[in-house]
């Protein structure tokens, strides 16, 4: 008897997406866009299905290790040369819903309990040189209206080629380095118990843009 939650997560890559808030467009150009010379890549299973049929499954929650690498080719413009800075954050899209909740897909029952939070799930972006800002640290939104920043551009450039920074943020590449643009993402779900049951979907978005 299926009376508890199935979770369905959908990933997808936005890119410098101008009509999309949460991507903190900047206005210059000085790197590249991506089809110009820059890349943002992500390879994985697209959708990761979390299913919790006990309370046992509740308990432990649920974990998948590397499901998705993001890859990426930062360009930059022939001039001026020191000025291209980038970042990268992660946010969610629950297409339309509140922003504090999973989209609903499908009910089970008339129960009158709350949808899942947002903020049960958790990731976290790893690579080998360490220069994602998450590190080792899951992390977490309250809602679909924030970010998770995972490189930022607050006016100081980190070069890459040394594998020894946090918060690369000039022009490189994962076909060069690899362990500096390459990032390995791992999901954390951690549901509770007063949940209505039902299939639930939220889609996270990872877009790289211009910094400053």
Request: aromatic share 8%; with cysteine; glycine share 8%.
């Amino acid at each position: 008897m299926k009376w508890l939650v199935c979770t369905c997560l959908i990933l997808s890559v936005t890119s410098k997406l101008y009509a999309q808030t949460n991507c903190n467009v900047s206005l210059t150009s000085n790197c590249n866009p991506t089809g110009a010379g820059s890349q943002c890549v992500i390879t994985g299973e697209p959708t990761i299905n979390f299913t919790f049929e006990s309370f046992g499954d509740f308990l432990t929650g649920g974990n998948v290790f590397g499901a998705s690498i993001l890859k990426m080719i930062v360009g930059e413009n022939v001039a001026p040369p020191a000025d291209c800075r980038w970042r990268l954050n992660a946010h969610m899209d629950n297409n339309g819903g509140a922003a504090t909740e999973w989209e609903q897909v499908y009910a089970y029952g008339a129960n009158t309990a709350p949808r899942p939070s947002v903020s049960i799930l958790e990731m976290r972006l790893r690579n080998q040189c360490n220069t994602s800002l998450t590190g080792s640290t899951y992390a977490t939104l309250a809602t679909t209206a924030s970010n998770i920043d995972v490189v930022e551009s607050p006016g100081i450039s980190n070069n890459s080629g040394t594998c020894s920074a946090t918060n690369v943020n000039r022009p490189g590449s994962y076909l060069n380095d690899y362990g500096e643009y390459s990032f390995a993402i791992d999901y954390r779900l951690k549901p509770t118990l007063n949940v209505q049951p039902g299939i639930y979907r939220l889609n996270v978005k990872f877009c790289i843009t211009e910094g400053n």
